[in-house]
């Protein structure tokens, strides 16, 4: 059975991603067609890449690290449930990117994001990102409006008809992923 991650790539406290991927890990469990786990980003400190680590902490840090890169190679593809700031990615989750490189080689993933018009342009820029660390997206995407899919912009209350762009979404991620595991 293939793996998927689904990645929550937001750290900002008041987040709004948190309800997005557990609604996105509950649609994909109900889906019973392949092993499906939540990867918080919140729960790997990771530092800024290239920064100077204290030496107190640099085995800690390392350790961080590693258990990032070891999480992130486990997984056959990935959905990135991302939010967009300022007309991109956030810095976070794009941080955490340039720690991998072969642990994404030859994978697949799906985008789900949120925002004012969806996370479209953090879409974008993920495609951009994960096409040099050889990632294969696909083209569904789920796009969550902060107007028509939150109340107050804060409590998660997305439209019915998101289930079958959900549905296509991970149909696409998972026959990528498997056509993907063979060359690996």
């Given at each position: 059975m293939l793996k998927i991650g689904i990645i929550l790539g937001s750290v900002r406290e008041g987040r709004n991603g948190?309800?997005?991927?557990k609604w996105v890990c509950d649609f994909a469990e109900n889906r019973g067609d392949a092993d499906y786990e939540l990867v918080d980003l919140k729960d790997y400190n990771l530092p800024l890449l290239g920064a100077s680590v204290p030496e107190n902490d640099r085995v800690q840090v390392t350790e961080v690290i590693d258990a990032w890169k070891e999480k992130i190679a486990?997984?056959?593809?990935?959905?990135?449930?991302?939010?967009?700031?300022?007309?991109?990615?956030?810095?976070?989750?794009?941080?955490?990117?340039?720690?991998?490189?072969?642990?994404?080689?030859d994978k697949a993933a799906g985008f789900v994001g949120y925002g004012s018009l969806g996370?479209?342009?953090s879409h974008e820029n993920l495609r951009l990102i994960l096409g040099e660390l050889q990632v294969a997206d696909v083209r569904t995407a789920l796009t969550f409006s902060l107007m028509s899919d939150f109340e107050n912009f804060s409590v998660f209350k997305p439209a019915d008809y998101h289930a079958a762009n959900a549905s296509e979404l991970f149909d696409q991620v998972i026959k990528w992923s498997g056509a993907l595991k063979a060359i690996r």
């Open positions: 948190e309800q997005v991927a486990s997984f056959d593809g990935y959905i990135f449930v991302a939010p967009e700031y300022n007309h991109a990615v956030g810095g976070a989750l794009k941080n955490a990117l340039d720690y991998l490189n072969p642990e994404l080689n996370g479209v342009r």
